[in-house]
């Protein structure tokens, strides 16, 4: 689904533009980029044009749009005091009006997505760990089978491993089933490696939009840079030689073998 916003206003932003392209990790980056995700998931009040799939948004259209998105916070927000977490998905199916003959297969099936095994529904909310926690927000999220997803700072706190088992789960989710990612963090080297568009916020306005490589390396946005493009920049500073632009490091090494003397 593309998403395109133009000449918004409310409480946090001032007349902004910009596009999420179908089907690619938009990355956002910025001071108030968490409130730009609620912003596009229809939380806060705006007012402005808005388009979805170049349908515009209306009052008597609204609920299409918003279930076509969910919103996976930067921490877990029990929203109906359940702490057993097979009575919790139940209680989300019901609460999201989701449509399905098996609720007990949907639940397993959204559990398989992100690698949960499904005994952790005899268990409590409050004996998860902080990655497992992480996983159930992502399982409970692929609940409604949600066009956009729109994550708030989803690698912050989390070890390499599941760091990594999360970005499998967002490629796959684009690749395979051609879901429109958004990413919100204020980690550029997360933004550069995992993104492919970004929107850059400054001054409660969009300060610039593009392909996230292309962002990164212009010096006009004076945004801070992720290591690996300042790495790449200072090779072609001291050494003059022009280094492609790698989002790997492991890459970015073989490049250097072979290029730099």
């Given at each position: 689904?593309?998403?395109?916003?133009?000449?918004?206003?409310?409480?946090?932003?001032?007349?902004?533009?910009?596009?999420?392209?179908?089907?690619?990790?938009?990355?956002?980056?910025?001071?108030?980029?968490?409130?730009?995700?609620?912003?596009?998931?229809?939380?806060?009040?705006?007012?402005?044009?808005?388009?979805?799939n170049?349908?515009?948004?209306?009052?008597?259209?609204?609920?299409?749009?918003?279930?076509?998105?969910?919103?996976?916070?930067?921490?877990?927000?029990?929203?109906?005091?359940?702490?057993?977490?097979?009575?919790?998905?139940?209680?989300?199916?019901?609460?999201?009006?989701?449509?399905?003959?098996?609720?007990?297969?949907?639940?397993?099936?959204?559990?398989?997505?992100?690698?949960?095994?499904?005994?952790?529904?005899?268990?409590?909310?409050?004996?998860?760990?902080?990655?497992?926690?992480?996983?159930?927000?992502?399982?409970?999220?692929?609940?409604?089978?949600?066009?956009?997803?729109?994550?708030?700072?989803?690698?912050?706190?989390?070890?390499?491993?599941?760091?990594?088992?999360?970005i499998?789960?967002?490629t796959?989710?684009?690749?395979?089933?051609?879901?429109t990612?958004?990413?919100?963090?204020?980690?550029?080297?997360?933004?550069?490696q995992?993104?492919?568009?970004?929107?850059?916020?400054?001054?409660?306005?969009?300060?610039?939009?593009?392909?996230?490589?292309?962002?990164?390396?212009?010096?006009?946005?004076n945004?801070?840079?992720?290591?690996?493009?300042?790495?790449?920049?200072?090779?072609?500073?001291?050494?003059?030689?022009?280094?492609?632009?790698?989002?790997?490091?492991?890459?970015?090494?073989?490049?250097?073998?072979?290029?730099?003397?």
């Amino acid at each position: 689904m593309e998403i395109k916003f133009s000449h918004v206003n409310s409480k946090y932003f001032s007349d902004i533009s910009f596009v999420i392209p179908k089907g690619e990790v938009t990355g956002i980056y910025g001071k108030n980029g968490d409130k730009l995700l609620r912003l596009i998931s229809l939380d806060d009040d705006s007012r402005g044009i808005i388009y979805f799939n170049k349908i515009r948004k209306l009052r008597r259209n609204y609920y299409l749009f918003r279930n076509d998105m969910e919103l996976v916070e930067k921490r877990f927000v029990n929203l109906f005091d359940i702490d057993n977490i097979y009575e919790y998905f139940r209680e989300y199916v019901r609460y999201k009006k989701v449509e399905v003959d098996d609720i007990d297969k949907k639940i397993k099936d959204s559990l398989r997505i992100v690698g949960l095994k499904v005994d952790i529904l005899d268990r409590r909310i409050s004996t998860l760990t902080g990655s497992e926690v992480k996983l159930l927000q992502f399982a409970l999220a692929f609940i409604t089978n949600p066009k956009v997803i729109l994550l708030d700072e989803p690698f912050r706190g989390l070890d390499l491993n599941v760091r990594k088992k999360l970005i499998r789960i967002i490629t796959r989710l684009k690749d395979k089933f051609s879901k429109t990612i958004v990413i919100y963090s204020n980690n550029p080297n997360y933004l550069y490696q995992y993104t492919d568009y970004l929107i850059v916020l400054s001054n409660n306005t969009v300060l610039g939009e593009g392909n996230t490589s292309d962002i990164f390396f212009d010096s006009k946005y004076n945004i801070k840079r992720p290591d690996i493009v300042d790495f790449i920049l200072l090779v072609k500073d001291k050494k003059n030689v022009k280094l492609p632009r790698r989002k790997s490091v492991m890459d970015l090494i073989k490049d250097i073998y072979w290029n730099v003397k």
